[in-house]
């Protein structure tokens, strides 16, 4: 079955600065990655996805890149801000409407 | 965007009792929903997959007579913990893929205490 890892598990940065966070996943077969944030004690949030079929994908301060052959995939926020803090998840499927596969999640803290 | 609602959002129970725990997609129709476990710091482990009028998929690990999944109409779908042990504690997380691209959406969550 897949399998997803991610790393760091925590990450602090300076306010302003850029956070980045890295993924591999272990079945080629998968199409579909999402990115979650979770606050404390709620469900995650979809803050951004790409699919297979295209390289790099941004929405305003997030940025995704997905590199098929190597089978990695990574989150890029720039400007930080203290609402960035949180726990953030990347995620493998089948398809959007399949199962999905968590990585263990990167605990980002962004300092002021 | 599309909704999906979780009821109770937080149930505290004796041991040996069941807890029946609800996922609703608010504005849109699910023939599958997903539910996950997650414990205290780690990551969200998918438990079983739920779907509309037949048998839910359950994943390696998973007792499905002890987590019954019914999934009995394109809005609903409940999961029933039953004899329930302090280790069973943990935050039950429902999705459901929607809208025009299959999204999935997330429930708010139930926090479940068994003491």
């Known amino acids: 079955g897949e399998n997803v890892e991610q790393h760091p598990s925590t990450l602090s940065v300076q306010e302003g600065d850029s956070a980045v966070i890295k993924c591999t996943y272990s079945d080629s077969a998968s199409n579909y990655f999402p990115w979650y944030k979770q606050e404390l004690g709620k469900g995650p949030q979809l803050i951004i996805d790409i699919r297979s079929n295209v390289g790099e994908k941004k929405d305003q301060r997030i940025a995704v890149t997905l590199n098929k052959t190597a089978k990695h995939f990574s989150l890029h926020i720039t400007e930080t801000q203290p609402e960035d803090s949180a726990v953030y998840f990347c995620?493998?499927?089948?398809?959007?409407?399949?199962?999905?596969?968590f990585g263990s999640g990167t605990r980002l803290s962004i300092r002021p | 965007g599309a909704v999906v609602s979780q009821h109770p959002s937080r149930v505290i129970c004796k041991s040996g009792t069941s807890v029946k725990i609800e996922c609703r997609s608010l504005?849109?129709?699910?023939?599958?929903m997903f539910w996950y476990r997650q414990f205290p710091k780690q990551s969200l482990m998918l438990m079983a997959t739920s779907n509309e009028g037949s048998k839910a998929t359950y994943e390696q690990g998973v007792e499905k007579d002890k987590f019954l999944i019914n999934h009995a109409s394109l809005t609903l779908s409940t999961l029933t913990v039953t004899s329930a042990h302090p280790e069973d504690s943990s935050f039950y997380i429902c999705?459901?893929?929607?809208?025009?691209?299959?999204?999935?959406?997330f429930g708010p969550g139930t926090r479940l205490t068994v003491l």
């Open positions: 995620a493998a499927s089948w398809g959007s409407a399949s199962k999905i596969i």
């Open positions: 999705s459901a893929p929607g809208g025009s691209t299959d999204t999935q959406y």
């Open positions: 504005d849109f129709q699910a023939t599958t």
